[in-house]
């Protein structure tokens, strides 16, 4: 979970910071290449091929 907290001005997040429990998974920066071999649900997996596609506009489909 990610906690964040306001902007003083209330034009955004001034700053955030990782939240963790017990019932949390490990967060963690990945290369590209190693999707294929990370436990991700397929649709997180679809949204992350297509980010990775570089697209002009998001898939809609």
């Known amino acids: 979970m990610r906690s964040c907290v ?29 999707l294929a071999s990370l436990p991700v649900h397929h649709a997180q997996r679809l949204r992350i091929r297509r980010f990775l596609e570089h697209r002009s506009a998001p898939y809609l489909g």
């Open 6 to 34: 306001p902007a003083p001005n209330g034009l955004g997040v001034a700053a955030s910071a990782v939240v963790t429990d017990e019932q949390g998974h490990p967060l963690r920066f990945a290369a590209p290449r190693e």
